[in-house]
């Protein structure tokens, strides 16, 4: 097998093994499951902190779009209507069981993936979500008065809601709806009637 082949069989090996095992899961069995000696591995991956980077990589950052942030700062659609397709084709991205359950087991080891990316959510979506609902109520811009704790929380409780679904599917392993779209509208309407109500309330 070619150098460039065996590197990819291990890294779409390691992506299954850790989301089944968990970073727990130690290489040398990755190795035995795969058919392949331990040191096989450390010539491609000098440590497993390096394979469980590029892990990072091929599951998080390609299916990260570069067209979302854009999207949620188009002032040319309506922010439901931005919400709304943003939240769509996360779904369709990232709903899929490797990439929720080593977000999770990630989350509870030392490896940072799960804090990496939500630093990216962050950046991306969720504060300048926060920044569009103020424009389009009419609110103080936030270079004049800055986000604040409880704005920003609303939105990650939209996100959390809506990624909650993938939870209950690949971690849970219990049944949700077969159908997601209209559940993804429907959140997205009750957060957004919500939080007109609210969010001038938080900047009195």
């Known amino acids: 097998m070619r150098a460039a082949d065996r590197e990819r069989l291990i890294v779409d090996q390691a992506i299954r093994f ?86 999770v087991f ?28 103020r424009h389009e109520l009419m609110l103080p811009d936030a270079d004049a008065h800055p986000l604040g704790e409880r704005e920003t929380e609303m939105f990650w409780g939209l996100h959390g809601r809506i990624f909650y679904l993938a939870i209950r599917k690949f971690i849970y392993e219990t049944p949700i709806p077969s159908d997601l779209d209209e559940i993804v509208r429907d959140a997205i309407q009750v957060f957004l009637d919500g939080a007109r109500r609210t969010m001038p309330k938080l900047l009195v």
């Not at 392949?36 to 990072?56: D, G, M, N, Q």
């Not at 990316?117 to 926060?130: M, N, Q, S, T, W």
């Open 18 to 103: 850790f989301a089944e095992r968990g970073f727990e899961g130690q290489t040398r069995e990755l190795a035995r499951r795969m058919g392949i000696t331990h040191s096989a591995i450390y010539r491609h991956f000098p440590s497993k902190e390096a394979l469980i980077e590029r892990v990072y990589q091929e599951v998080y950052l390609s299916r990260w779009s570069p067209d979302w942030g854009p999207l949620i700062r188009n002032r040319t659609l309506s922010l439901d209507v931005r919400l709304t397709r943003f939240y769509l084709d996360y779904v369709a991205r990232v709903f899929e069981y490797n990439w929720v359950r080593i977000f």
């Open 106 to 133: 990630s989350g509870m080891k030392s490896f940072g993936i799960a804090g990496r990316y939500l630093d990216l959510v962050r950046r991306e979506i969720i504060e300048p979500a926060a920044r569009e609902l």
